[in-house]
């Protein structure tokens, strides 16, 4: 079965400090990792995926396999970045997951002045 | 050029009515996707279609039926309405089902009240 944790459900950073959203999987195959932001009512739009390896509006992602983690982390934050941060996971063909992403339970980011 | 469109965007109805929310892509890709988002901003599929076939049901009440005309398209409609309803619901596309390097795209999304 895919499971994605995010343990917190609410962030509070201010603006300009270090951010860090925690994300955990469990995934017997191959996945990947994927991040979604969502801005306040708005569509939820692909961050990062792990395969990438990119940066994107300064936030990156490190799939770490061995601590089963791909956290989400900005060095300084911005106010703009204040939305809802999901952590998804989407499974390979061969153990039938490749149809689904999976989705954490979301992280809400407040960046405050 | 909106990819993945949702009508209606907001939509307030009362309790044992039926509705449908209707879907279209128009980035040619193969695999559409019904999620449903919850008051406590869970976010949760229920249905995929690939090239109009069923691919995936995830345990969601038969008052939900998906129709896929056209790989384009992906419209829910449900039935007998109840509270436990509201919620955002968002379509989504891919090019395939699976694959790596695959991405699945959102639709705005639609604000669906029951009173």
């Known amino acids: 079965a895919q499971r994605v944790t995010q343990p917190e459900k609410l962030l509070s950073v201010f603006k300009g400090a270090p951010v860090e959203l925690k994300c955990n999987y469990s995934?017997?195959?191959?996945?990947?990792l994927f991040w979604y932001v969502q801005y306040s009512r708005q569509r939820l739009q692909l961050l990062l995926r792990h395969i990438s390896r990119e940066s994107i509006k300064g936030f990156t992602a490190d799939l770490n396999k061995g601590e089963t983690s791909f956290h989400l982390k900005k060095p300084f934050a911005q106010e703009e970045d204040s939305a809802m941060y999901y952590c998804?996971?989407?499974?390979?063909?061969?153990?039938?997951?490749?149809?689904?992403?999976?989705f954490g339970t979301g992280t809400q980011l407040k960046v405050e002045l | 050029d909106t990819a993945v469109s949702q009508t209606p965007k907001y939509l307030v109805t009362q309790m044992g009515n039926d509705k449908s929310i209707k879907c279209e892509q128009n980035?040619?890709?193969?695999?559409m996707y019904w999620y449903k988002q919850d008051s406590k901003k869970f976010l949760k599929i229920m249905f995929s279609y690939n090239n109009k076939e069923l691919i995936i049901n995830e345990t969601v009440p038969n008052r939900f039926s998906p129709k896929s005309p056209d790989k384009a398209h992906l419209n829910l409609h449900i039935n007998s309405l109840e509270l436990g309803d509201s919620a955002v619901y968002f379509c989504?596309?891919?090019?395939?089902?699976?694959?790596?390097?695959?991405?699945?795209?959102f639709g705005e999304g639609s604000w669906l009240t029951v009173v």
């Open positions: 998804a996971l989407k499974g390979d063909v061969l153990t039938g997951g490749g149809n689904k992403l999976t």
């Open positions: 980035l040619g890709h193969d695999t």
């Open positions: 995934y017997s195959g191959s996945p990947e």
């Open positions: 989504a596309s891919s090019q395939t089902p699976g694959g790596a390097g695959n991405t699945i795209y």
